[in-house]
């Protein structure tokens, strides 16, 4: 699915997700998995599409062309996967971490994997201003390299713990959250105008 389809994720409502009366992301993935039922699919796809496109626009640092790119390729495997997922995350942390894969392998194409200073060889952290505009912060997490900048989005940004961040990464949960540390030292240092 695509924006021209009339389910881009830009024309969802920013809350859009199930109320008390929807049926569950379970019964939905059970209904299009017996029947295909691609009034099931719909229903899955505007429930989580906002929140993964938000994602999938801030790993690509704002370039619409390449979430969207990347929101198709999360739904067409996703759709290939379903009746692999086992339900021991919730459907959105499965679906974020087929986002991250994607970007993950985007990023590989693209340019070599960048080396993660240790905290050792960061600068200490300068005080910050108390008021920091959207746009130096978005221009700051753009600035990070792609494993701190998963850290922040997955975590400060889309609101997953850092049990459902090892799940999706494929790491412990201590090593998300020193990454997580690191990266937020890192941040702290853009926005102070030194480099990380």
């Known amino acids: 699915m695509s924006a021209r389809d009339g389910l ?6 920013a809350g859009a ?6 049926p569950s992301d379970a019964d939905l993935v059970a209904r299009f998995l017996a029947r295909r039922d691609e009034d099931a699919f719909r229903a899955l796809y505007r429930r989580h599409a906002a929140r993964l496109y938000g994602l999938l626009l801030r790993l690509t640092d704002g370039r619409g062309s390449e979430a969207d790119e990347g929101m198709q390729e999360t739904w067409v495997r996703a759709i290939r996967g379903l009746e692999r997922f086992e339900g021991r995350s919730m459907l959105s942390t499965w679906l974020a971490g087929i ?4 970007w993950r392998e985007e990023s590989r194409k693209r340019t070599r994997e960048v080396e993660l200073p240790g905290e ?7 005080p910050m201003r108390r008021e920091i505009a ?3 912060l978005e221009r700051a997490l753009a600035r990070l390299p792609g494993g701190y900048r998963e850290a922040i989005l997955l975590h400060d940004v889309q609101g997953y713990t850092h049990e459902e961040i090892a799940a999706m990464t494929a790491v412990e949960p201590g090593t998300s959250k020193s990454q ?13 105008g030194g480099r990380a």
Not at 99 to 102: K, S
Not at 180 to 192: F, G, I, M, Y
């Open 99 to 102: 986002a991250l894969r994607w």
């Open 8 to 13: 881009g994720p830009r024309e969802l409502p």
């Open 17 to 22: 997700g199930p109320s008390n009366a929807d």
């Open 134 to 136: 959207r746009v130096d």
């Open 180 to 192: 997580l540390s690191r990266a937020r030292s890192a941040l702290r240092a853009h926005l102070a």
């Open 120 to 126: 050792d060889r960061l600068p200490p952290a300068a």
